[in-house]
């Protein structure tokens, strides 16, 4: 059989694992690549790759041997000027080398959002060391919000109450960055109702979103979504229309995981990912397509039929607690029993290599067929919290 695409996926996690299985359903060819071996998306690709994304020469090296149709970062941590120069060339950059390179650092997708199109975002200044973050903190003012420019999940955002916290927060910013560059970005604190991410997905035939999704975060990183999420119909409009004008101005196919803060009927760009996003995990469950068979869909310039709810869903995240190479998995059984008449119950165990504290090694997914985005959250975590880790090291 020949494929009806050959695609080479940068980042191999839990993530890339379930858009190879949306991408080869549509009899894709995939090359997964990561930093390590036997990372979730490699267990179910055609082939695979270990490299650093930040190695220019051997990512250089990996899309000369495979010859792509397609190229797909899952990551943000990438060389992103050699994507741009075999863009150049004539190769396919999902979903496309400018966007990779906006939005690898927060400080430049910002400065499209704020600047250039003139979104509502929450007030913002770069550092690039402790004095300059001190300044910065003293201009935005407490509480505010501190974030590496480029990391991934959430890691070193901290929310800064007091003075004192400074250093604090800047060497945890410092840890958690990925890349080679040290920057991090302090935001004013929004004052929320709710956050939300709107999926959007940018098609040859123009822009179409799925309904809203709402998330909970801790240290950063997400630990619960649900969808849909009730938001007045101006508030929604807002949402869909600086969404469209961001993954416009960015260019290329394929689905964008766009976040604001709402307040009220009020909504503020927060962040994007040019890619599926970790809180759309819960479309596994709540969609007729989930969020990775639509990006597969645009990528490949396949028609997207229209999207439809199968009822308030929800996902809860199922975490390690220590580093260990060696681990088991119990308690699937017992998660996916149905708690009531109308609630169905889901899992998916990633198959990392190993664990350390706060890893996501799967979640748990509910879907409520007659009831409300709570009566579906409490069967997630539910679910979530009858999966067991046994670590053997």
Partial sequence: M???AKILLLGS????????????????YVVACDSYAGAPAMQVADEAEVFSMLDGAALGAAIEKHKPDFIVPEVEAIRTEILKD?????????????????TMNRDRIREVAAVELGLLTSKYLYAESLTEMRAAVAKVGLPCVVKPVMSSSGKGQSTLRTDADIEKSWNYAVAGMRGDRTCVIVEAFVAFDYEITLLTIRTREGVIFCDPIGHRQERGDYQESWQPTAMSASALESAQDMARKVVDNLG????????????GDSVIFSELSPRPHDTGMVTLISQNLTEF??????????????????????S????????????????????????APGIDVDVRIFGKPTTRPYRRMGVALALARNGDADTARKAARDAAAKIKLIYQD
Wanted: aromatic share 8%; net charge neutral; glycine share 10%.
């Fill in 86 to 102: 075999f863009e150049d060339r004539g190769f396919n950059v999902v979903p496309s080398a400018r966007a990779t390179q906006m």
């Fill in 316 to 339: 809860a995240v199922i975490l390690a607690d220590r580093d260990a190479k060696n681990y088991n998995v119990s308690g699937v059984a017992e998660a996916l029993r149905s708690p």
């Fill in 293 to 314: 068979d639509l990006h597969a869909r645009a990528i490949l310039g396949l028609p997207i039929p229209s999207i439809t709810q199968h009822g308030a869903s929800a």
């Fill in 252 to 263: 290329g196919y394929g689905l964008f995981g766009v976040e604001f803060f709402v307040v």
């Fill in 13 to 28: 996690g839990e993530l890339g694992r379930e858009f190879v299985i949306s991408a080869k359903r549509l009899g894709a």
């Fill in 2 to 4: 020949t494929p009806t």
